[in-house]
């Protein structure tokens, strides 16, 4: 999985939301509508069952996702205590809440 890979309406993940993409053949899938084969990357209509369609026709599952770790302590400010006063205070007690 080194490149993405576009999206192709072979796959069994493949819907047209128009019900307009049909096999002609083994491997030739054609669209009733633009009368010419399906094109998912250009078409308004393609959807993936499995949520994995990116724009550009690009196959979700075949990208490889990057992730970043994060120290938490970085991402917050340090916080001063929180001081209470009146019905606050007595239902909570005398505490310090940060």
């Given amino acids: 999985m080194a490149q993405?890979?576009?999206?192709?309406?072979?796959?069994?993940?493949?819907?047209?939301?128009?019900?307009s993409a049909y096999f002609r053949g083994r491997d030739n899938v054609w669209c009733r509508l633009a009368e010419e084969p399906c094109?998912?990357?250009?078409?308004?209509?393609?959807?993936?069952?499995?949520?994995?369609l990116l724009p550009k026709g690009i196959c979700g599952e075949t990208v490889k996702r990057k992730t970043v770790e994060h120290d938490l302590d970085d991402d917050f400010p340090q916080v001063a205590s929180?001081?209470?006063?009146?019905?606050?205070?007595?239902?909570?007690?005398?505490?310090?809440?940060?």
Avoid: E, H, W
Avoid at 4 to 12: I, Q, V, W, Y
Avoid at 39 to 52: E, G, I, P, Q, W
Avoid at 88 to 93: D, F, N, Q
């Fill in 39 to 52: 094109n998912v990357a250009n078409c308004t209509y393609s959807m993936c069952f499995k949520r994995r």
């Fill in 4 to 19: 993405p890979k576009a999206c192709s309406p072979t796959c069994p993940s493949f819907k047209c939301a128009k019900n």
């Fill in 82 to 98: 929180i001081k209470l006063k009146g019905k606050a205070l007595r239902k909570l007690g005398d505490q310090d809440f940060y």
